[in-house]
């Protein structure tokens, strides 16, 4: 993996980033790199893989994100995705939630890297596409870089070939994980000491990077940024990413355009049984900030979500964004 391929990235965000969402933001842009939401091995090994794992390949670049502490049941996990073809696994070593602590994986991993280092070493075996590592800069009553650093030490000596930090460390507890994403203090100095102290290992930036402003200073100090709720919050920003990051046109012109290049995949997902909903959702905040788009959220919002609701429905909310429209910036 090189740092170009890792340059710009979508966080892998549970019930937000699934396939609809992906081919949304494909739409917006060729070079970003997408992230499946987290996939548990216990979910892979004995759920419906199809389901769970089945993807347009239009996505690609897409990496699989696993959540897992099983050496042999992640490299099990990680064939299966290679096998699927995913471009890239993932270990989230990152997630505080209460789900992740009862299995002893996600955060919790941050205090057992040798155990991280010998599940890398299994994937890395297992599979032929990189294998890389989401992780916090420590947990609880850790000394960040002592627990960053042995940490990086483990997964990269074990072959992960990127390691991608949120910057924040993770509160396992008193902290919901909501807070966890805003409440601890971020420490990007950190994160640059450890590209600086690793030069030759291909090292990303996560957390608190609200726009591409941000992410083209970090990228000053790191071979990547990813960017989580901006993008999905925002997603009109991914029109700037490939010709900001990467010198290549957009792939659309705005982001009118974006809709109707997205329209496509949006009926053959309808003729498949799929709600409109199920699309639109991810769609809410695409003209944040412009005319009318209060009056575009709330159509979808409310339209969206009745039995039979179909492209008419769609491009009656994009009517809402016609020249003469109240500005409403919320």
Known sequence: MTPQDIRFSVAPMLDWTDRHCRMLHRTLSRRARLYTEMVTTGAILHGDRRRLLDFDAREHPVALQLGGADPADLAACARIGAEFGYAEINLNCGCPSDRVQNGAFGAC??????????????????????????????????????????????????????????????????????????????????????????????????GGIADLDQAAAQLAHVDGVMLGRAAYQSPELL??????????????????????????YVAAQLAKGARLSDMTRHMLGLFAGRPGARLWRRHLATEAVRRGAGLETLRAALAHLRPGAVRDAA
């Open 109 to 206: 991993l941050m205090r057992e890297p040798a155990r991280v280092g010998e599940a890398v070493a299994a994937m890395k075996a297992a599979v032929s596409v990189p294998v890389t590592v989401k992780c916090r800069i420590g947990v609880d009553d850790q000394a960040p870089r002592e627990a960053l650093f042995a940490f990086a030490d483990a997964v990269l000596a074990a072959g992960a070939d990127a390691l991608i930090v949120h910057a924040r460390k993770a509160w396992l507890q008193g902290l919901s994980p909501r807070q966890n994403r805003d409440v601890p203090p971020l420490d990007y100095p950190l994160v640059h000491a450890l590209k600086q102290a690793r030069p030759d290992s291909v090292i990303a930036l996560n």
């Open 239 to 264: 029109l700037e990413v490939d010709p900001r990051l990467f010198g290549d046109p957009a792939p659309v012109a705005d982001a009118e355009a974006a809709v109707a290049a997205y329209e496509p």
